[in-house]
């Protein structure tokens, strides 16, 4: 066990745990911080493979967007205040998609990394490609399903737009926007003139020389 | 194409820090995290008198004159205050995500710090991905400010933070789009390495060296309001919004936790005005392409004298300082926006700009 080692189990240990906590929490708010956990302890994990880069980007997105959209989603929502309860009951269901989906994904890598090639990796071979190469990589030879993938996410971006317009008619009326008169003209502010057209009196410390 | 590539990898060269000359694995360590401390709880204290005296000066006060000279050591005086506090959990509020909140705001902005270079050499890590990685902390950050208006119990603070969680994504994205368009134009992510490539760049076609600034004012400008609304700073200070929410996500909050809280803002009104210094206004430099006295060429450590460092590190923070006076200044002199016209701001006028300024920078890169 060298350092290294020991920083990946606990990491490890850290993200698993709060994997775990994630899915057991009663509280649906704690349950989305228990995400924002997890998804930084993978940005961990990552950090001890030498994958800077991917650790950064899992930051920046899943705990700095994806995770602060969950919360924010909730807390307009239905997150109870403090510390009242909100909880799914439907346990058997969530066991059993997980449990399938981590036996069809742990297949998959095994299968498409091989058994072998694991244990022959040392620490010493560990070190991330440059951030250079993976540009290069990116923009050269995998340019075209990188194209594809940013045309989905327009897709969906214009999708969830098209989604959350409001059609006039559809979900009840729009409030008008209420109009503020707002000006420095003292003829706005001082008094109106009565309904016969007569100026109102003005009696004395009234004026609109008070109000600064 | 393939002359810029090149020309990229060569300049990406990691530059060795100050306190790299020490022997041994330790002292080193031990060295860059009193830097990173030190310079995280000095230079906000700083920042915070500025604002004090600026504010004042331009409300025709005098700002603070009792505690120490001038008034200067206010902010000490301030925190032992906070320390002597009660600190209160309200009982209906979520113990745990309450008292953690405050941290969770306050490390991210402590690790800003670790990448920022404060003059040739001064700093703790030269990152391959220093940018990046700045850009990725200061976006943890909210996660803080929506546990702390959540965890209260308070409709004013869950207001506050539902408030701060939409405008910090939202301005995330031209504050990111910005800097990657300085990323493009010094082709490095590094932060020594964009500091260093603005040393040699010159306007395009022409022979005249410049900032950064001068080719992106544009983008500039869009760094600097983003960055004032991510630190959520009058004018854009609507999840604070004192008139409205009685103090937004941190009504709750007492003693040495809003300390903490407000420790984050003042850290995160530095190293913004730090990252704005490195992408924007040639970092250490005196005059763009003219080399420092005491050093050559304007490069890394070991073309400079302890002169030149000294002088690298005073002119990095009388910029800081300059553009922290530019935000003070913002603040005294713009109202609050109202909710939807921040909104309106960031979507419809600063995203649409920031990539239009990313596509005019990029087609002029590869052209010239």
Known sequence: ?212 | MMASLTHATTTVAQTVSLFDGFDGFVLPVILKLVFVLAAFFVLPLVGGYLEHKVMGRMQHRRGPVEAGPFGSLQLVADGIKFIQKEDLIPSAADRWVFAIAPGVALVPAMLVFLVIPFGPGVFALDFELGLFYALAAISVSVLGVLMGGWASANKFSLIGGLRAGAQLVAYELPLIIAAITVAVQAGTLSLVGIVESQATFQLFGTGINVWFVFPQIVGFAIFFVAAMAELSRPPFDMPIGDSELVFGYMTEYTGIKYAMYMLTEYAGMISMSALMVVLYLGGWQLLPGVPLPGCEAGGGLFDCSPTGIALGVAITIAKIMALVFLMVWARVAYPRLREDQLQRVCWLVLVPLSLANLAVVTIAKVVF
């Open chain 1, 1 to 212: 066990m060298t350092g290294h080692d020991v920083i990946f189990v606990l990491v490890g240990l850290l993200t698993a745990s709060a994997a775990i906590l994630t899915v057991t929490s009663k509280n649906l708010v704690h349950a989305a911080l228990f995400l924002a956990v997890t998804l930084a302890g993978v940005a961990g994990v990552f950090l001890t493979l030498a994958a800077d880069f991917l650790a950064l980007v899992q930051l920046l997105v899943y705990v700095g967007a994806v995770a602060v959209l969950f919360l924010f989603g909730l807390m307009l929502t239905r997150a109870p205040i403090g510390r009242e309860a909100l909880d799914n009951q439907k346990r058997g269901l969530a066991i059993a998609v997980s449990g399938g989906l981590f036996v069809l994904l742990s297949t998959l890598i095994i299968g498409a990394v091989g058994s072998g090639a694991l244990g022959e990796t040392s620490v010493a071979e560990v070190a991330g490609p440059r951030i250079e190469d993976i540009g290069i990589a990116t923009f050269a030879e995998w340019v075209l399903p990188f194209e594809v993938l940013s045309m989905l996410l327009l897709a969906a971006l214009i999708g969830a737009i098209v989604l959350a317009r409001p059609e006039s008619g559809e979900s009840g009326e729009e409030a008008e926007v209420t109009r503020i008169e707002m000006g420095d003209a003292p003829s706005s502010e001082g008094p109106q003139p009565l309904p016969d057209g007569s100026a109102p009196e003005l009696t004395s410390g009234q004026g609109t020389e008070g109000s600064s």
